[in-house]
């Protein structure tokens, strides 16, 4: 691989090869695509993204990402604020919301609880989580984590964390196959799934 590219698209290139799923030499691909396609993807993706810098935040209650905070589902009213799920990631959030199966609302935790990795409560917004439990009118936690280690170690934790509150905990049924991450689950399984949960 040389950089005869020159250093401007050099950058462009390894910067695209940080995305997920990108590597080098479709990182390249990527560049030069967009090179080719000015008018049709140069241009407005470069607009999209200055758009994006520019005016995503975090929701400052639920941990979503929006244009405003509080986010567009934490401020609409005809959503069920007696229901919070938690979501390990937005991508989970975002396939909760494609199943059009729930109306509740929502809690982002920034990841998950991990030995291994040395990530503790502090580091993920489960404080946060806890204050809105006990502050806003909820009547139920649905724990919409992944059924791996690291998601069910998260999982129980909240579930202690929770006991006593007086608010319901629940899981997603195991129609999520372990391993699974939500996004990558069909929106029937995830909304089959939502109905069928069960105490944590
Ligand atoms: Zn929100």
């Known amino acids: 691989?040389?950089?005869?590219?020159?250093?401007e698209i050099e950058r462009l290139i390894s910067l695209l090869a940080k995305l997920p799923g990108l590597g080098p030499r479709s990182a390249r691909r990527a560049a030069l695509a967009l090179l080719k396609r000015r008018d049709q993807l140069l241009e407005p993706?470069?607009?999209?993204l200055g758009e994006a810098a520019a005016r995503v935040s975090v929701c400052?209650?639920?941990?979503?990402?929006?244009?405003?905070d509080p986010c567009s589902i934490c401020a609409d009213a005809a959503r069920d604020a007696s229901l919070i799920c938690v979501v390990e990631e937005v991508g989970a959030l975002?396939?909760?919301?494609?199943?059009g199966a729930y109306r509740g609302r929502y809690h982002v935790l920034g990841g998950?609880?991990?030995?291994?990795d040395g990530?503790?409560?502090?580091?993920?917004?489960?404080?946060?989580?806890?204050?809105?439990?006990?502050?806003?009118?909820v009547k139920e936690v649905?724990?919409?984590l992944p059924a791996t280690v690291d998601g069910q170690t998260t999982a129980h934790y909240l579930a202690d964390r929770l006991a006593g509150t007086g608010v319901a905990v629940t899981m997603l049924a195991r129609g999520v196959p372990v391993g699974g991450e939500l996004d990558?689950?069909?929106?029937?399984?995830?909304?089959q799934a939502l109905r069928a949960r069960r105490p944590a």
């Open 119 to 137: 990530v503790g409560p502090e580091a993920l917004r489960i404080g946060p989580l806890a204050a809105r439990a006990r502050d806003e009118p």
């Open 45 to 48: 993706l470069s607009a999209a």
């Open 94 to 99: 975002w396939a909760m919301e494609r199943t």
């Open 184 to 191: 990558w689950l069909d929106d029937g399984t995830i909304a």
């Open 60 to 68: 400052s209650a639920c941990g979503s990402l929006d244009t405003r």
């Open 142 to 144: 649905i724990l919409a």
């Open 112 to 116: 998950l609880l991990s030995a291994l």
């Open 1 to 7: 691989m040389s950089a005869s590219a020159g250093p």
